[in-house]
């Protein structure tokens, strides 16, 4: 067990739907990193967040947002979704914002039909 | 553009059989280089941290090694419970923060 926690862990919703992921960080670490997980792209990185902070920011499309608030807790919104957006997301958290030693969550496995 | 090339994509041992894994990267700054397990439908759980050219780590019958051009995990008479996937991941700066780039990974199978 990580220590990082997401929910939910499946998540089956219809095409042009919004959706909210969740992920809480390992106790003590400030940054937060979201990826998508497909079978032909691999582990894609989407954004980072520091201490509430927007940092690096990976290939992540416009429909999605993220936010870290304050107890570090983050979520990830997906809007307008479309059928290619099926993936694992996962969540990962480290103790400062260098990108280093990831601790990942179990992840959210997004159905869109 | 950062790439991470990992091979083969594919592994099949059998228990005992000792193989190594490669990871090949073109990247403009390597600040570190990462090696994960990743378990179907899993999140990927850390394994090692390598920052320079002629590092090993080692850890039960892995061990992970690093040239400037490549890293190679080595397992040595693997179990089934060493099956998983393999991913490899570089560190470099993304808008002036770092981030890891990951490879697609190697899925590792050992049979008893």
């Known amino acids: 067990d990580s220590g990082v926690t997401q929910t939910p862990k499946h998540l089956i919703t219809a095409t042009g739907q919004r959706v909210t992921l969740r992920c809480s960080p390992r106790s003590g670490d400030l940054s937060v990193y979201w990826y998508q997980q497909s079978l032909d792209q691999g582990l894609q990185f989407l954004i980072q967040y520091y201490n509430g902070e927007e940092r690096a920011k990976g290939n992540i499309l416009e429909r999605f947002s993220a936010q870290q608030f304050p107890d570090l807790h983050s979520e990830l919104n997906l809007s307008s979704l479309e059928l290619g957006d099926s993936a694992l997301y996962f969540c990962a958290s480290s103790a400062g914002q260098g990108g280093g030693e990831q601790f990942f969550g179990p992840g959210t496995r997004l159905t869109v039909l | ?112």
Not at chain 2, 61 to 68: E, S, V
Not at chain 2, 86 to 106: E, H, I, P, R
Request: hydrophobic content about 30%.
């Open chain 2, 1 to 112: 553009e950062d790439q991470v090339t990992q091979s083969p994509e594919a592994l099949r041992l059998q228990e005992g059989e000792s193989s190594s894994l490669n990871c090949s990267y073109t990247v403009s700054g390597l600040r570190g280089l990462f090696w994960y397990r990743q378990d179907p439908g899993k999140g990927p759980e850390f394994l090692f941290t390598l920052y320079s050219a002629g590092e090993e780590k080692e850890k039960e019958r892995l061990k992970a090694t690093l040239t400037k051009k490549e890293s190679f995990l080595h397992i040595t008479a693997p179990k089934p419970e060493d099956s998983a996937t393999y991913l490899c991941a570089v560190q470099t700066l993304n808008s002036g923060y770092s981030t890891l780039t990951f490879g697609k990974g190697t899925m590792l199978l050992v049979s008893p």
